[in-house]
């Protein structure tokens, strides 16, 4: 069985370079759930983000206009309020 990815404490991980520098890594990779259930959390690239941004964008339209369209058949059905 594979080494399974494992969530940490937050410790930048640092590594010398032959030149006597160093280089700090990035933070260790985040998992959800445990075992053969693990799975890694990714940051999404920015074609993702535009792409998912577009849909959500896309349905709360939607959402909006489905609204507005009830609304406005039902006040049409109730006719004028005459108080």
């Known amino acids: 069985m594979p080494p399974q990815p494992v969530s940490g404490p937050a410790r930048p991980i640092v590594l010398p ?13 985040k998992t959800v759930g445990s075992g053969d259930d693990a799975t890694e959390l990714r940051s999404r690239s920015a074609v993702q983000r535009e792409t998912w941004r577009f849909k959500k964008n896309l349905i709360m339209w939607a959402i909006g206009l489905c609204l507005l369209g009830i609304t406005i058949i039902i006040l049409m059905l109730l006719g004028p309020i005459q108080v």
Request: hydrophobic share 30%; proline share 15%; no cysteine.
């Open 17 to 29: 370079t032959p030149d006597g520098g160093v280089v700090r890594l990035r933070d260790p990779v």
